[in-house]
C-alpha cells in the first residue's frame, strides 16, 4: 500500500523558517515527481510546488516562489519543503502528494498533512 | 492561471438521491479534469482522472463527463459515506488549480 507521512508543522513567527519532510512507502519513490500542496482553514486546495523524481527540476506557485525550496532524497524515499520569511498567509495544512499520469497530473495518494501556524 | 470555479458550493441531498456537480474552467483545459473526495479532517482521495476515468476502487456510481471548459461529476445513487467536499483539479497548464470545493450534506 503506497503510503505517504509528513512531518515538521507546526507554530511559527511571521519571518520565520520552518523545512518539511514527507516519507514515502509502498511505491518506487524515485520514479516519480512529487508535489506539496496546501489548504487553508476553511479554503480549498492549493497546489505549491512540484520536483521531478531526480530532484533536478523544481516548480514554484507565484505565492511561495523565492521564500521555499522543494528537495527530495532519493536515498532516503524522502521529500522535503524549506519554508523560509513565512507570512500569516502561509498558515495551512500542508500535505505531500505522488503524481501520476504523465502529462495528465494528476495527484495521488496525498498524505494526511502537517500543520503550520503562521502567526505572532 | 486557469481559474476552476465549482457549482454549487453546497448542496443537499438524500440517500438514494442523484447528484450532479458542475466544474468550468475560465479557458479549455482539454479533457485535463481531475476530481477528488475530502472527508473532514482527511486527505483527499482521487476519484476520477482525466474527466470520466475511474480511480482503482471507486464505485461505478461516480462518473464524470465534460470537455473544454464545462466538467460534470455525477453520484447515482448517493450513499451515507459519500457525505463529503468534492474538488476538481486542471492538469492542463501549470499552476494546477483547483476548484474551491462542492461540500454534500445530509438533508
Known amino acids: 500500500e503506497m503510503q505517504l507521512l509528513e512531518s515538521g508543522g507546526g507554530w511559527v513567527q511571521p519571518g520565520g523558517s520552518l523545512r518539511l519532510s514527507c516519507t514515502a512507502s509502498?511505491?518506487?519513490?524515485?520514479?516519480?515527481?512529487m508535489s506539496w500542496l496546501r489548504q487553508a482553514p476553511g479554503k480549498g486546495l492549493e497546489w505549491v510546488s512540484d520536483v521531478s523524481h531526480s530532484g533536478d527540476r523544481t516548480y514554484y506557485a507565484d505565492s511561495v516562489k523565492g521564500r521555499f525550496i522543494i528537495s527530495r532524497d532519493n536515498s532516503n524515499n524522502t521529500l522535503y519543503l524549506e519554508m523560509n520569511s513565512l507570512r500569516v498567509e502561509d498558515t495551512a495544512v500542508y500535505s505531500c502528494a505522488k503524481v501520476g499520469g504523465g502529462a495528465a497530473f494528476w495527484f495521488d495518494p496525498w498524505g494526511q498533512g502537517t500543520l503550520v501556524t503562521v502567526s505572532s | 492561471d486557469i481559474q476552476m470555479t465549482q457549482s454549487p458550493s453546497s448542496l443537499s441531498a438524500s440517500v438514494g438521491d442523484r447528484v450532479t456537480i458542475t466544474c468550468r474552467a475560465s479557458?479549455?483545459?482539454?479533457?485535463?479534469l481531475n476530481w477528488y473526495q475530502q472527508k473532514p479532517g482527511k486527505a483527499p482521495k482521487l476519484l476520477i482522472y482525466v474527466t470520466s476515468n475511474l480511480q482503482s476502487g471507486v464505485p461505478s456510481r461516480f462518473s464524470g463527463t465534460g470537455s473544454g471548459t464545462d466538467f460534470t461529476l455525477t453520484i447515482t445513487d448517493l450513499q451515507p459515506e459519500d457525505f463529503a467536499t468534492y474538488h476538481c483539479?486542471?492538469?492542463?497548464?501549470?499552476?494546477?488549480?483547483f476548484g474551491q470545493g462542492t461540500k454534500v450534506e445530509i438533508k
Open positions: 509502498g511505491f518506487t519513490f524515485s520514479s516519480y515527481v
Open positions: 483539479q486542471q492538469s492542463y497548464s501549470t499552476p494546477r488549480t
Open positions: 479557458q479549455s483545459i482539454s479533457n485535463y
